[in-house]
């Protein structure tokens, strides 16, 4: 029998199982599909793989008062992008121009759920009404902050399991192994 759920195996279950999703819905991909935009005013997958994975590092990074991976292990100067980029409020133009090579992209999303997941093994419960700056700049508790990023990576994660069914078909999450 498995120990009584707590909120801090809770928050890392949904987070590891949105980023097997993502991994099992980027896999075999090709580069055409990863950057197609449905249409010029919506995002490519690549966009929201690396606009959810910023969000996490820098929510989390935030509550327990770390460097962000995009910083401290380089990612901004190899995206060549300025370290406060995270996506929220791109254009559209923006989007279709973000064309960096997918290894780049995938490469971020590991360390960055890597990084997330050790931040997040390691609140405590009393720290879940401490008050925290947000991606956004506002002030809120540990736990609105957590309910946000849990928000934000279950939709960009329908996003992309969405976009890709539209390019392979709706069996790709039978093929990868998600019934």
């Not at 409020?89 to 780049?104: C, H, I, N, Q, Y």
């Not at 700049?137 to 902050?145: Q, Y």
Request: glycine fraction near 8%; proline fraction near 2%.
């Amino acid at each position: 029998m498995e120990a009584p759920i707590d909120l801090n195996r809770f928050i890392l279950t949904m987070t590891e199982t949105a980023y097997l999703q993502v991994k099992a819905a980027c896999d075999g991909l090709t580069d055409e599909q990863f950057f197609s935009q449905p249409t010029t005013d919506s995002n490519h997958i690549a966009w929201l793989v690396w606009h959810m994975s910023r969000a996490r590092d820098v929510i989390t990074s935030n509550i327990i008062g770390e460097d962000q991976v995009w910083v401290s292990n380089g990612w901004a100067d190899r995206f060549g992008m300025d370290i406060g980029d995270v996506g929220i409020g791109d254009s559209p133009e923006k989007v279709t121009a973000f064309k960096v090579d997918r290894s780049l992209v995938m490469g971020y999303l590991d360390d960055a759920h890597e990084a997330t997941a050790r931040r997040l093994s390691t609140i405590s419960a009393e720290r879940f009404d401490q008050l925290v700056i947000y991606a956004l700049g506002d002030e809120r508790p540990v736990w609105r902050a957590l309910v946000g990023m849990a928000g934000d990576s279950a939709q960009h994660t329908g996003q992309i399991s969405y976009l890709r069914g539209t390019f392979t078909g709706i069996g790709w999450r039978s093929r990868a192994g998600w019934n």
